[in-house]
């Protein structure tokens, strides 16, 4: 049976924790793997979730299923989450999903029930699993212009150029903030006019919002969501928790779907259910359990938003000092795009040598095309070894 199937190529992250393991070298740096770290180089559970869990260890009476759409008050609570207070709720839908990745695997599917002859417009680059992801689904995916190689900032005129270009047979895949695997952040302008290019010509947007919170603050890293949803009849959210609540592993995320009228909205979440039901059928609780308790209680709440707030800080301080080291040690505003970056993320633009280099000969592993998490960098020391060794492969 099996030896009929074609081999599969390695992940090449999770190729790169392998070797990172097994490599004896105890200066090694890990600035490849996507999860936030503390300075001690651990992903702790928030304090706020360790409480919520006590709370649901205690008072839960059953393991019975949840339903198809997991638990409404947390897709209410999702749909609070990132809207905010904006009008027009009543044309929102959301269905809890396993994972951020959970919701764009369903979303695309429902998508591609409804407009299969649609081509998916992902930015030039964008996160490894979205090609995948949509071709899985049966979309055709081409790129639209992101990242200047050379200021490492967006080019805005030629992606809006692009953007502009597109119409009723088009979805165009937005990172609704903290790019991964650039850094690099639209500005509100740019936003806005995507807004009123979507509105005006028609093609449907997408957005992937796997880190609120991470980049500014929750209500700055929904702009594009908000300013999207103000401007178009329908589009769709795939929501994450597993950065901002740090659940990786409890898969949580969320569906959104935002429609002309209630009615065809509700299509939409039937067909999404529909989706759920071929393949996971019902949502896992316990991640999203946690997420509706802490938002719906007030001193949980609290919590949860000071040690989010605490997250980012230590992103941006990080952000701010390896500018300053790398600043010093060049002489030059070279790698001064790394503070204006946001997320965990920013992406170097290294060649494979250098990327090889940096692993081989200074211990540091970052993803191939330079892409670090910033969050990995534990203390002084190994920030300034991995400034060190960043300005030895690339002079
Ligand atoms: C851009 C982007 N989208 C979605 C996800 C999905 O996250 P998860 O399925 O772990 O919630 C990730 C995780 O790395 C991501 O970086």
Redesign the pocket.
């Known amino acids: 049976m099996f030896e009929k199937l074609a081999p599969t190529p390695e992940d090449p992250i999770i190729k790169l924790i392998g070797l990172y393991k097994n490599d004896p070298r105890s200066n090694k740096i890990d600035v490849g793997i996507?999860v936030f770290k503390d300075n001690n180089g651990n992903t702790p559970i928030m304090e706020s979730v360790r409480l919520a869990e006590t709370r649901i260890h205690d008072a839960q009476t059953t393991k019975a299923y949840v339903g198809l759409a997991g638990d409404e008050n947390f897709n209410q609570t999702m749909i609070d989450l990132i809207f905010g207070d904006h009008n027009g709720k009543e044309r929102i839908r959301a269905v809890q999903t396993?994972?951020?990745?959970?919701?764009?695997r369903l979303l695309s599917d429902m998508l591609f029930r409804a407009a299969s002859d649609r081509t998916i417009w992902v930015s030039d680059p964008?996160?490894g699993?979205?090609y995948p992801v949509f071709r899985q689904a049966g979309f055709k995916v081409d790129s639209y212009p992101y990242l200047n190689r050379e200021t490492k900032t967006v080019n805005e005129d030629e992606m809006l150029s692009k953007i502009s270009q597109l119409g009723t047979n088009d979805i165009v895949l937005l990172?609704g903030c903290?790019?991964?695997p650039t850094g690099a952040e639209l500005s509100e302008e740019a936003w806005d006019e995507v807004g009123n290019l979507a509105a005006k010509n028609g093609f449907f947007p997408y957005v992937?919002?796997?880190?609120q919170g991470f980049g500014n603050s929750l209500s700055q890293d929904a702009y594009g969501v908000r300013t999207l949803m103000e401007k178009v009849e329908s589009m769709v959210v795939?929501a994450?928790?597993?950065?901002n609540f740090g659940l990786?592993r409890e898969?949580?995320?969320c569906a959104l779907m935002v429609g002309k009228t209630s009615e065809e909205v509700d299509l939409a979440r039937s067909n999404i259910l529909t989706a759920a039901r071929s393949s996971y059928s019902m949502p896992p609780d316990h991640g999203a359990a946690v997420v509706n308790l802490i938002m719906n209680s007030p001193d949980l709440k609290s919590t949860w938003e000071t040690e989010l707030t605490a997250m980012r800080n230590r992103i941006l301080s990080l952000r701010k000092q390896a500018s300053d080291v790398l600043r010093e040690k060049t002489d030059s505003e070279k790698w001064d795009f790394i503070e204006h970056h946001r997320g965990m993320?920013s992406l170097l633009v290294l060649n494979q040598e250098q990327t090889d280099a940096l692993m081989h000969e200074h211990a540091v592993y970052a993803v191939a095309g330079g892409r670090i998490n910033i969050a990995g960098l534990r203390n002084d020391e190994q920030l300034n070894a991995f400034a060190d060794a960043l300005v030895a492969v690339t002079s």
């Open positions: 996507g396993p994972g951020g990745c959970g919701a764009l964008t996160w699993n979205h990172h903290c790019h991964n992937d919002l796997a880190y795939a994450s928790c597993s950065k990786y898969r949580v995320g993320f």
